[in-house]
T-cell receptor
Framework: GAVVSQHPSRVICKSGTSVKIECRSLDFQATTMFWYRQFPKQSLMLMATSNEGSKATYEQGVEKDKFLINHASLTLSTLTVTSAHPEDSSFYIC?????????????FGSGTRLTVV | QKEVEQNSGPLSVPEGAIASLNCTYSDRGSQSFFWYRQYSGKSPELIMFIYSNGDKEDGRFTAQLNKASQYVSLLIRDSQPSDSATYLCAALPRAGGTSYGKLTFGQGTILTVHP
C-alpha cells in the first residue's frame, strides 16, 4: 500500500529557531499533501494543503509566514516551523490521498512530535 | 460550519464483545466517510472507508452508512485489547467545492477493551 515517510519523528528545539519536517511518498506520486497539527487529547486540525509546483493554501488562522510549506516534487513536501515558540509544540502529521483518489482514503505519515523549549 | 460529531465516550467493552462507534455529519453533500484508528502517540491509520448506503464488512469491522440520517457507524466484533485506541470518523466533502479533498474529522472516541 501507499507509504508516506515522515521525518524527524521527534525534535526538540530552542525557542526562536526553525525546524523542518519532511514527508516523502515512497511508492506513489503525491500531488497533494495535507498538513495537520494535533494537540494532546484533541482531534486533527488541518493547517494547510500543499500542491506540487504551486503555492500552498492555508486554513484560516494559520500563519503562512510561520509555517512555510514547500512541495517541490511529486514525492516530497516539507513544513518549516519558523521562529518556533513553546506554543508551537505539537504533533504535526502529513497526509496524502490514496493513489486511487480521495474517495479511497488518505495515508498519514508517522508524525513529528515537536517540543520547543 | 461543516461538522462531524462522534459519540463522546470513552467507550469501554469487555474482550469479545461488539464495540459500536457512532458518527453524524452535518454536510449532506459529503460523499465518502472514513474510520481511522489512532493509538496514543501515533498517527492515524485507515480502517475502512465507505461511500454507499448500507453496510461494508472487512474482517471484524463493519462500517454502516445512512445518508438520509447523515449517520455513519463502525462495529468491531470480537473486540480485542489491541483494539483499544481512539477512533476518528472523517468526512470528505463533495467534489467540485473549494473544500474538496479536505477531510473533516470528528473529535474521536476513545475505546478501551478490557480483558
Amino acid at each position: 500500500g501507499a507509504v508516506v515517510s515522515q521525518h524527524p519523528s521527534r525534535v526538540i528545539c530552542k525557542s526562536g529557531t526553525s525546524v523542518k519536517i519532511e514527508c516523502r511518498s515512497l511508492d506513489f506520486q503525491a500531488t497533494t499533501m495535507f498538513w495537520y497539527r494535533q494537540f494532546p487529547k484533541q482531534s486533527l486540525m488541518l493547517m494547510a494543503t500543499s500542491n506540487e509546483g504551486s503555492k500552498a493554501t492555508y486554513e484560516q488562522g494559520v500563519e503562512k509566514d510561520k509555517f512555510l510549506i514547500n512541495h517541490a516534487s511529486l514525492t516530497l513536501s516539507t513544513l518549516t516551523v519558523t521562529s518556533a515558540h513553546p506554543e508551537d509544540s505539537s504533533f504535526y502529521i502529513c497526509s496524502a490521498p490514496a493513489r486511487e483518489g480521495f474517495n479511497y482514503g488518505y495515508t498519514f505519515g508517522s508524525g513529528t512530535r515537536l517540543t520547543v523549549v | 460550519q461543516k461538522e462531524v460529531e462522534q459519540n463522546s465516550g470513552p467507550l469501554s467493552v469487555p474482550e469479545g464483545a461488539i464495540a459500536s462507534l457512532n458518527c453524524t455529519y452535518s454536510d449532506r453533500g459529503s460523499q465518502s466517510f472514513f474510520w481511522y484508528r489512532q493509538y496514543s502517540g501515533k498517527s492515524p491509520e485507515l480502517i475502512m472507508f465507505i461511500y454507499s448506503n448500507g453496510d461494508k464488512e472487512d474482517g471484524r469491522f463493519t462500517a454502516q452508512l445512512n445518508k438520509a440520517s447523515q449517520y455513519v457507524s463502525l462495529l468491531i466484533r470480537d473486540s480485542q485489547p489491541s483494539d483499544s485506541a481512539t477512533y476518528l470518523c472523517a468526512a470528505l466533502p463533495r467534489a467540485g467545492g473549494t473544500s474538496y479533498g479536505k477531510l473533516t474529522f470528528g473529535q474521536g472516541t476513545i475505546l478501551t477493551v478490557h480483558p
